[in-house]
């Protein structure tokens, strides 16, 4: 019987262990999302992620290179907001850029993106339109301590 107390009591106090992971995951190979639904899935999700980060004014934001249409439109809507968007990869001594990782997935006939910080993640479902793309989930959102 104590063996048996001693394991229950083990087991539940290892289920609580996780570990904590600071880094963020660089996007993933994206899905092929152009013109009006980048551009609308863009300033969605950006405009959702500027409730969350502080302000335009101060706030520098670091975006990996890339040269999709969904990047390039992330970028646009991000400057659009008021954000310095930095995504050459030069960041000097005295910026401390908030990374930005993003993704952009295609599933079940629906488009899957997500945005993160090192403190938030975003994420929604939207389904493609003639006009460009429409919120087709509530809004994910992720807080990390």
């Known amino acids: 019987?104590?063996?048996t107390i001693?394991?229950?009591i083990i087991t539940s106090i290892l289920s609580g262990c996780q570990t904590a992971d600071e880094t963020?995951?660089?996007h993933s190979t994206p899905t092929a999302v152009t013109g009006a639904t980048a551009s609308a899935i863009a300033g969605d999700m950006a405009s959702r992620l500027a409730e969350q980060v502080g302000p335009?004014?101060?706030?520098?934001?670091k975006l990996d290179k890339d040269t999709s249409?969904?990047?390039a439109a992330l970028e646009a809507a991000l400057k659009g907001?008021?954000?310095?968007?930095?995504a050459d990869g030069k960041?000097?001594?005295?910026?401390k850029p908030v990374e930005i990782a993003w993704s952009i997935d295609s599933f079940d006939g629906q488009v899957l993106a997500r945005i993160s910080t090192p403190a938030t993640a975003l994420g929604r479902a939207y389904t493609a339109t003639s006009a460009g793309a429409?919120?087709?989930?509530p809004l994910s959102i992720m807080q990390r301590n």
């Open 81 to 86: 907001w008021g954000y310095t968007v930095i």
């Open 24 to 26: 963020l995951a660089t």
């Open 134 to 137: 429409a919120p087709a989930s």
């Open 56 to 61: 335009a004014g101060t706030t520098i934001l």
């Open 6 to 8: 001693a394991a229950v």
């Open 69 to 71: 249409e969904y990047a």
């Open 91 to 95: 960041v000097s001594k005295d910026q």
């Open 1 to 3: 019987m104590k063996k």
